[in-house]
């Protein structure tokens, strides 16, 4: 039953000399409300009045105002496309529901005809103010129904109301055909239908307005003035908005200038302080769990004092406190009022010192971690009340400012990720020359001793001896550089598997004692003084490499000590629970400014050509990585030269099960009674 011609075009067709106008939809708003109102003044009408919106949810608006106006006349039709619950009816007025699709879907009517007076209003939106409608989130702040618009006519001439009615009636009669009888009393009433063509000089002298139009006039301005205001107070959001942004797009461009989190904070202060006129402003880096705080970037106005190079105590400040809980700014307009302030001693104490009247808190976050704190202070009277505007206008600098500084460390991380690289790179290079050099250097001599065995067969035999005997020698260094830079990188690598298990310190350093011995078979060793503490816990550690640490820093102390000396292990429980072994020479001693050093890869303090002692450069870089597998720590200590060194390393302490524990100490009452007994045999 949809009928899709307009309302507006049937009337233009019929009435040639009209011409529509533009209406943006608060002009009609206005212009229906002042219409309605002015039934609504009058006293005795009982006009007609016909009122076509769009759709229901337009209608609903103005259904308690159509309440009002059916007390004033028993001939008002109400039409509109349904959405919900809009349906014919005839309840306090007519109801017309009209199908979706019709023209009228698309059009704005009002039509009201007095005996005195008829006015009408007929207009359809443009399409592309509904296109635009369509699409809200083309521009979501702002409100498009004002950019709604409608062409049409609005006009006091009676004819063309009449004309209005007339093929608006047609239209409900379609719709709601039980309504005839009631149709025609109106048409009767108002001589509506009646085939007459009106030219504009009869029009004009026939139905001039004879009613007094200034209530209409005046309600029509105080419309056009609130819809006035309406924009008004937009625009002047908007400005502010504009304001706002390019505060904050200046602001956030001068912070991220630099990659400096200093220069950043401090900049940041500085034009946040500034733009915002307060007294002081601070920034300052924390994180959520910190106790206190160094105050290092601050923005100050003359004549206020100075807060930065203090440190502010975080923990007992519940305003950081409910900022970092919150993740929001927290406002005080006075601290001599705010609870908050006034019952915290050292806050309270704090405000009056630095005269901090107003106060402002708002972290800075970057993914939910807290990077710091913006503190704005008003030290002048009256105290400050925060405005949203500046309370929003820190929280979007607060945001560029923990994008900037999480720019900046990745920058800084970078910087030293390159650095980290290089010094890599460089380490492989010295690497490759150094193993190359301490490679080729015994291959040399073996070459020339087989050479020279196999050129001179006439060598005399003791002369082949130590050909031989220097040949063998010098491979067996290779053997052992070989050996030991393979171990060294797979440690490194951490290719190697560990096997902990419990052990006793006086079975490792037994055990690397006696691998001592068969190897320095032939040099008369320093004597070697053990020095193990009674009921010494069981350490936890991988026994065999245990056993080579221990042999490497006798070995070490044999080779750097004369065989008058003495060397002595130590072991004891240190305060960290750890177990703290140290193997101590009365030899050559070390330097103190190499204490570090000597644990680097091939370093030998006479280099590997000049030494007479034997090894390879790498026992303190493998004890090193061996040490550190455990989570222990090790290092060497001496009062330089010729004054001896001590070498220490620390290894955990096993976590016994209570078994065990039951175990060692029936085990450590049957050693008792044994060494008891042993005594005893002794005596
Ligand atoms: P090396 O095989 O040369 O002993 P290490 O890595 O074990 O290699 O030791 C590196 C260097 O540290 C040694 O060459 C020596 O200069 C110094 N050093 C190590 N232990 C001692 C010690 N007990 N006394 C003096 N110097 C030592």
């Excluded at 025609?184 to 139905?207: C, H, L, M, W």
């Excluded at 790498?618 to 004890?623: N, T």
Aim: net charge negative; with cysteine; hydrophobic share 35%.
């Amino acid at each position: 039953m949809s009928i899709s011609s307009s309302v507006l075009s049937d009337l233009l067709q019929s009435i040639p000399y009209l011409r529509p106008q533009l209406y943006f939809k608060a002009s009609l708003t206005a212009l229906s409300h002042a219409m309605e109102d002015q039934v609504l003044a009058a006293t005795l009408e009982q006009p007609l009045i016909i009122a076509s919106f769009q759709r229901e949810r337009y209608y609903r608006q103005e259904a308690h105002r159509y309440k009002r106006l059916a007390l004033r006349s028993n001939q008002i039709y109400v039409l509109s496309a349904p959405e919900t619950e809009f349906a014919n009816s005839s309840e306090y007025y007519e109801k017309i529901a009209f199908e979706t699709e019709d023209a009228l879907s698309q059009e704005w009517h009002l039509v009201v005809i007095a005996d005195n007076y008829a006015t009408c209003l007929v207009c359809r939106e443009s399409l592309g103010s509904i296109a635009k409608n369509q699409l809200p989130e083309l521009s979501p702040s702002l409100d498009m129904d004002t950019a709604r618009r409608f062409e049409g006519i609005w006009t006091s001439e009676r004819g063309v109301s009449i004309k209005a009615a007339d093929l608006l009636l047609e239209r409900i009669s379609v719709y709601r055909p039980e309504l005839v009888d009631k149709i025609k009393d109106a048409r009767q009433r108002f001589g509506i239908g009646e085939s007459r063509n009106y030219s504009p000089a009869e029009q004009v002298t026939e139905f001039a307005c004879d009613i007094d139009t200034d209530p209409f006039v005046q309600r029509l301005v105080t419309y056009l003035q609130a819809s006035q205001y309406k924009l008004h107070k937009a625009y002047r959001s908007i400005t502010a908005q504009a304001r706002k942004e390019r505060l904050v797009n200046s602001i956030s461009t001068a912070i991220r200038r630099s990659l400096d989190p200093h220069e950043v904070l401090q900049v940041a202060a500085q034009e946040l302080g500034q733009h915002l006129g307060a007294s002081r402003c601070l920034i300052y880096r924390a994180q959520a769990t910190d106790a206190q705080a160094d105050i290092k970037h601050e923005f100050l106005i003359p004549g206020v004092l100075p807060v930065g190079g203090q440190t502010w105590q975080l923990d007992e400040n519940p305003l950081f406190q409910e900022a970092v809980q919150n993740g929001e700014g927290v406002c005080v307009a006075d601290t001599l009022s705010d609870p908050r302030v006034t019952k915290s001693k050292k806050l309270f104490a704090i405000a009056q010192k630095f005269a901090i009247r107003s106060w402002l808190i708002e972290p800075v976050f970057f993914q939910g971690r807290l990077l710091g704190i913006v503190e704005l202070h008003d030290c002048s009277l009256p105290p400050h009340e925060w405005q949203p505007g500046e309370l929003d206008l820190v929280k979007a600098i607060a945001t560029q400012m923990g994008a900037a500084l999480i720019q900046a460390e990745s920058y800084a991380n970078l910087e030293d990720l390159n650095q980290q690289l290089e010094a890599l790179d460089r380490t492989r290079s010295n690497l490759i020359a150094i193993t190359g050099h301490e490679l080729r250097t015994p291959l040399s001599t073996i070459q020339v001793c087989l050479e020279s065995l196999a050129t001179e067969p006439d060598m005399p035999l003791e002369l082949q001896q130590v050909m031989l005997s220097t040949a063998l020698s010098d491979s067996e260094r290779m053997r052992k550089l070989v050996q030991d830079f393979l171990t060294l990188s797979n440690l490194e690598s951490g290719r190697v598997e560990w096997h902990p298990e419990s052990l006793t310190l006086q079975e490792c350093v037994d055990l690397a004692l006696s691998r001592l011995r068969t190897r320095t078979s032939e040099e008369k060793p320093p004597q070697v003084k053990t020095q193990i503490a009674e009921n010494l816990p069981l350490v936890r550690a991988d026994g065999d490499w245990l056993v080579e640490v221990i042999a490497k820093l006798m070995d070490n102390a044999c080779k750097f000590t004369l065989p008058e000396g003495t060397i002595t292990i130590t072991a004891t429980q240190n305060s960290n629970q750890m177990v703290e072994v140290t193997v101590a020479d009365t030899g050559r001693g070390i330097e103190p400014n190499r204490l570090e050093i000597v644990f680097d890869r091939f370093y030998q303090e006479e280099g590997a050509l000049r030494r007479t002692t034997g090894g390879t450069g790498l026992g303190l870089a493998i004890s090193r990585q061996i040490v550190t597998g455990w989570g222990g720590e090790i290092w060497a200590e001496s009062n330089g030269k010729d004054q001896g060194s001590q070498f220490h390393f620390t290894i955990p302490i096993a976590q016994m099960s209570q078994e065990e524990k039951k175990q060692g100490s029936r085990e450590q009452k049957r050693q008792g009674s044994r060494e008891q007994g042993a005594g005893e045999k002794r005596l």
